[in-house]
């Protein structure tokens, strides 16, 4: 039900911005205020919009939030991307994070469907 698919999306949504936190340890320190506090800001970004939709009582409330969220999961996604062309982050890393992405994309699309009156 909708209540397992908020928790499980509030689960994994948590595990990417963890995997992005440590991720970001890594880079160098020139890039401390730079790529890896642009990639930290749009995880959180993914986090807040989740907890503020699933606040919202309304569908289309729900949906505006859960449409946000993907969008700065895919600007997430293009950050790890450059990060990696980089190497900042390994490859093994970077297929861990894209897959995550991957994850909570299916799951946010999912939300998305079902908040679409």
Known sequence: GMYHEKLLIWRET?????????????????????LGQQL????????SNIAEGSGR?????????????????????????????LGYIAAPEEQALHALCDHVGRLLSGLIRTATP
């Open 57 to 85: 009582a309304s569908g289309i409330d729900r949906r505006h939030f859960f449409v946000m969220a993907r969008g700065s999961l895919r600007e997430a996604e293009a950050q790890v991307a450059v990060a990696a062309r």
């Open 14 to 34: 948590m595990n990417l911005v963890v995997a992005v936190y440590e991720a970001t340890q890594r880079f160098p320190r020139m890039e401390l205020y730079g």
């Open 40 to 47: 930290r800001r749009a995880a959180i970004s993914i986090i």
